[in-house]
């Protein structure tokens, strides 16, 4: 079982990883993981949460959003509507609207409740609309992001049993025919006698 474990860390280290690299998650920005520790053991969602499981995830999770400079905030299960477990200081930053409760492994999921107990100062909040997002377990994080998720096909497709699926997002392309969606230099520096004023 320990080595069993220790692989989950380095599953959910690599998930975590690929994403910053694949999906081009800057330091600042920020990430949703919605974890089924019941999958990752093989069993139905929400039948068999495993803290321990949840402990090595975290771990791994964390190596990579200290060394990647990344926020991380973690989806609760349906039974706490899927609000969301961050630091307090962020939610704060980022204006989100703070709920009142405390995941427990029967109500938020196994993750989110130890996630929440290794934060400084952890709250939940409503909704998140974020950078990127992995999903392990098929957890449907999806509401979390941002407009629009561009879906990204891991290398690494579980995390013990679970299946990983993970997204990161672009701005909307706007406009029509004449619309430029990468600058040069040349851009930059052109002005164009056909402006459209």
Same mark, same amino acid.
């Given at each position: 079982?320990?080595?069993? @474990? ?12 690929? @994403?910053?690299?694949? !999906?081009? /998650? ?6 949703? @993981? ?18 321990? #499981?949840?402990?090595? #995830? ?11 400079? /990344? ?18 200081? @962020? ?19 196994? &993750? ?6 290794? &934060? ?7 909704? /998140? ?6 999903? #392990? !377990?098929?957890?449907?994080?999806? &509401? ?21 699926? &993970? ?8 406009? !029509? ?21």
């Amino acid at each position: 079982m320990a080595s069993e @474990l220790h692989s989950i860390a380095d599953q959910a280290e690599g998930a975590l990883q690929e @994403l910053v690299r694949s !999906g081009g /998650v800057r330091p600042g920005q920020i990430v949703v @993981l919605g974890v089924s520790t019941s999958e990752v053991r093989g069993e139905r969602i929400g039948s068999s949460g495993a803290e321990a #499981i949840a402990e090595q #995830i975290h771990e791994g999770i964390e190596r990579v959003r200290q060394q990647a400079g /990344v926020h991380i905030v973690w989806q609760c299960c349906e039974h706490l509507n899927r609000a969301l477990v961050t630091e307090r200081r @962020l939610a704060e930053a980022q204006g989100w609207t703070e709920v009142s409760a405390v995941p427990v492994p029967k109500a938020g999921g196994s &993750m989110a409740a130890y996630a929440y107990r290794q &934060m400084e100062e952890p709250c939940l909040v409503e909704a /998140v609309q974020v950078h990127a997002g992995i999903d #392990i !377990g098929e957890t449907l994080i999806g &509401m979390h992001l941002r407009p629009v998720a561009v879906p990204l096909r891991p290398a690494i497709r579980s995390v013990g049993q679970a299946r990983v699926n &993970m997204a990161a997002t672009r701005p909307r392309l706007i406009g !029509g025919a004449r619309a430029v969606y990468e600058a040069t230099r040349e851009d930059r520096n052109h002005s164009d006698t056909q402006n459209c004023d």
